[in-house]
């Protein structure tokens, strides 16, 4: 039987729904099937090999099939790789919370889970438990998932009706968050206004902010653009909260163990009173945590508010989590210090490409262990509103070109780099960088 990328896609289609699981939109490319990978490259069914800067949008934070880390996750699949709910506990539970309540400030105590969609989901459950309050304030272009009461939703318009999110496309990063079947309820018991204005936050809680249980963000707007806080809004939205008694809460689900062991809580010394954790957690493996204070978390303890779920303890994604915490913690943290090299490499390789081949307007932004890809003439973005006059039809064609020349770059114009990323690896990617730009139809005018 033939066994080419066109195979795959013609069986596909007769029992599939789409060519990828995910929230983006397919490349306009004829669908590639992965057969397998290794270090920091996948190979097709055809045998052609990609350059993975993609790494699972986040989770591979060692890339494929590394050995500390398999070695880890096969020890305990050989000894108990499934849970066992309502009789029994796991050491791999206790071993873990202690190794998080040691390095991120606000976990004074953990819960466990399978995605970040379900953590962000048992927070919103706590919070409105602990405030006795309705609703949750989101910020526009922030992801946290896929669920009814988080996906999309535009920032209403009308200054005198209430701020509640309106079903519109075209949100979070650019793709279509739009969704039919949601519950028509669904956005009217949460608020969502601007990003990294803190004089609009004020404005809001000054209206609202005794009815609001729970301010929700992204630390780092990194599901859009890579945008970093301004300087001084993450502490002046800390003191908001405290002054108009609502829950903060972190969605450190791509930041936390990318940014610092500790998350980037830790990076800008500002303490939420919650934080949901997912992809890198596990490195890989399906894993989720929610991490806070202990009076909040307590809600959980006493059973007053439930977070059920079999496989929220999952054993294999517990010992996949410890092995990913000690790993980054070797060495007082080689690993971040090799991201950091890898990543200034990449940036400077990519400027000089890129001005070499006529894109004197390439725009890089993102937080340790992601950048950004954009073509924009701007120091730096701090909102969805200042990259709108990129030029978003070459940055779709960059994507394109990568893919075709073996390098897979993640959705929303995203690279993520990996301190275990070889030489080679590194050095071939930059070449075939070099050959994207030369590609690369050049601006007009």
Same mark, same amino acid.
């Given at each position: 039987?033939?066994?080419?990328?066109?195979?795959?896609?013609?069986?596909?289609?007769?029992?599939?729904?789409?060519?990828?699981? %995910?929230?983006?939109?397919?490349?306009?490319?004829?669908?590639?099937?992965?057969?397998?990978?290794?270090?920091?490259?996948?190979?097709?069914?055809?045998?052609?090999?990609?350059?993975?800067?993609?790494?699972?949008?986040?989770?591979?934070?060692?890339?494929?099939?590394?050995?500390?880390?398999?070695?880890?996750?096969?020890?305990?699949?050989?000894?108990?790789?499934?849970?066992?709910?309502?009789?029994?506990?796991?050491?791999?539970?206790?071993?873990?919370?202690?190794?998080?309540?040691?390095?991120?400030?606000?976990?004074?105590?953990?819960?466990?889970?399978?995605?970040?969609?379900? #953590?962000?989901?048992?927070?919103?459950?706590?919070?409105?438990?602990?405030?006795?309050?309705?609703?949750?304030?989101?910020?526009?272009?922030?992801?946290?998932?896929?669920?009814?009461?988080?996906?999309?939703?535009?920032?209403?318009?009308?200054?005198?009706?209430?701020?509640?999110?309106?079903?519109?496309?075209?949100?979070?990063?650019?793709?279509?968050?739009?969704?039919?079947?949601?519950?028509?309820?669904?956005?009217?018991?949460?608020?969502?206004?601007?990003? %990294?204005?803190?004089?609009?936050?004020?404005?809001?809680?000054?209206?609202?902010?005794?009815?609001?249980?729970?301010?929700?963000?992204?630390?780092?707007? *990194?599901?859009?653009?890579?945008?970093?806080?301004?300087?001084?809004?993450?502490?002046?939205?800390?003191?908001?909260?405290?002054?108009?008694?609502?829950?903060?809460?972190?969605?450190? #689900?791509?930041?936390?163990?990318?940014?610092?062991?500790?998350?980037?809580?830790?990076?800008?010394?500002?303490?939420?009173?919650?934080?949901?954790?997912?992809?890198?957690?596990?490195?890989?493996?399906?894993?989720?945590?929610?991490?806070?204070?202990?009076?909040?978390?307590?809600?959980?303890?006493?059973?007053?508010? #439930?977070?059920?779920?079999?496989?929220? *303890?999952?054993?294999?994604?517990?010992?996949?989590?410890?092995?990913?915490?000690?790993?980054?913690?070797?060495?007082?943290?080689?690993?971040?210090?090799?991201?950091?090299?890898?990543?200034?490499?990449?940036?400077?390789?990519?400027?000089?490409?890129?001005?070499?081949?006529?894109?004197?307007?390439?725009?890089?932004?993102?937080?340790?262990?992601?950048?950004? #890809?954009?073509?924009?003439?701007?120091?730096?973005?701090?909102?969805?509103?200042?990259?709108?006059?990129?030029?978003?039809?070459?940055?779709?064609?960059?994507?394109?070109? *990568?893919?075709?020349?073996?390098?897979?770059?993640?959705?929303?114009?995203?690279?993520?780099?990996?301190?275990?990323?070889?030489?080679?690896?590194?050095?071939?990617?930059?070449?075939?960088?070099?050959?994207?730009?030369?590609?690369?139809?050049?601006?007009?005018?």
């Amino acid at each position: 039987m033939a066994n080419t990328n066109a195979d795959w896609a013609h069986r596909a289609a007769r029992v599939l729904t789409g060519p990828q699981s %995910n929230l983006a939109p397919a490349l306009p490319i004829a669908p590639i099937f992965a057969q397998r990978a290794a270090g920091h490259r996948i190979f097709d069914v055809e045998g052609r090999d990609y350059i993975d800067l993609a790494l699972t949008m986040g989770p591979l934070i060692f890339g494929h099939g590394y050995q500390p880390w398999i070695a880890a996750v096969d020890a305990q699949l050989r000894t108990l790789p499934s849970p066992l709910p309502g009789q029994f506990y796991s050491p791999l539970e206790v071993e873990l919370g202690e190794r998080m309540s040691s390095a991120i400030p606000c976990a004074e105590l953990v819960k466990y889970g399978l995605s970040g969609s379900e #953590v962000v989901q048992l927070v919103f459950r706590l919070a409105r438990a602990f405030t006795n309050r309705p609703y949750v304030l989101r910020f526009d272009g922030h992801y946290h998932g896929w669920m009814d009461s988080v996906l999309g939703g535009s920032i209403n318009p009308d200054p005198d009706a209430p701020p509640h999110p309106i079903d519109l496309p075209g949100t979070a990063g650019g793709f279509n968050t739009s969704t039919e079947g949601r519950s028509p309820v669904a956005l009217l018991d949460q608020y969502k206004i601007k990003w %990294n204005d803190a004089d609009a936050l004020e404005a809001l809680l000054e209206r609202y902010g005794d009815q609001i249980a729970l301010v929700h963000m992204e630390p780092i707007m *990194c599901n859009f653009g890579g945008c970093p806080p301004r300087p001084g809004y993450l502490e002046a939205v800390r003191k908001l909260c405290n002054r108009f008694g609502v829950l903060l809460c972190f969605d450190e #689900v791509i930041t936390g163990f990318r940014v610092d062991l500790g998350g980037a809580q830790k990076l800008f010394g500002v303490t939420p009173d919650l934080a949901t954790y997912g992809k890198a957690i596990a490195a890989g493996l399906p894993f989720a945590a929610v991490a806070g204070r202990a009076d909040i978390m307590g809600l959980l303890s006493d059973r007053r508010v #439930v977070g059920a779920g079999t496989f929220n *303890c999952f054993p294999l994604g517990m010992a996949a989590a410890i092995a990913t915490f000690d790993l980054l913690a070797e060495d007082n943290g080689a690993w971040f210090v090799n991201v950091d090299r890898i990543q200034a490499r990449f940036r400077q390789g990519l400027r000089e490409m890129a001005a070499a081949h006529g894109h004197d307007d390439l725009f890089l932004q993102g937080p340790r262990g992601q950048i950004y #890809v954009d073509f924009l003439r701007a120091d730096a973005a701090y909102s969805p509103a200042e990259l709108e006059g990129a030029d978003a039809a070459r940055r779709a064609t960059f994507r394109v070109i *990568c893919m075709e020349e073996g390098l897979s770059i993640g959705a929303g114009s995203r690279i993520y780099i990996s301190g275990t990323m070889s030489e080679e690896d590194t050095a071939e990617a930059l070449v075939r960088f070099d050959r994207v730009f030369s590609r690369l139809p050049r601006p007009t005018g």
